[in-house]
């Protein structure tokens, strides 16, 4: 397995961490968009321009950042085992890439694999969009 390194300065000392990409359950960890962005610059581009990235602002507009039937589809990961709250993990406020692609650390942590690109391409399900668009629907429902 190959392990992400991390310096972080620490009370005037740097300190080595290192990440396997995988969370405490051995799950493969979310990352956030902006490091996606480092070797995908282009789909990050075409994400910027779409009305994805602007998911988290509109749920704290309408004071629903804390409803977890908002939650499941205005940002990346909630409830399984990404977005906690915006104090937690603010990188994963809003809908990324990987709320369609699934957790992408392990790959990260090995971007040439062949498995990790097959994962994150497989769990692209062909009606993933419905996922979260038929809640058009609960929409209507909620009253804001």
Known sequence: MTAIAFLFVVGGAVVLAQSSGLDPAGQSAYAGAD???????QQYEDYSDRQFNKAWKVLKMRSEDKNPQCLKCHTTGYGKGGFVSEAETPHLASKQCEACHGPGAKHMGNPASVEQKQRL???????????????????RQIKF
Do not use: D, G, L, Y
Request: glycine letters at 0%; aromatic letters at 0%.
């Open 35 to 41: 490091k996606c962005k480092v070797c995908h610059p």
């Open 121 to 139: 391409q497989s769990s692209v399900k062909q009606n993933v969009c419905i996922e979260c668009h038929i809640c058009m629907k609960t929409h």
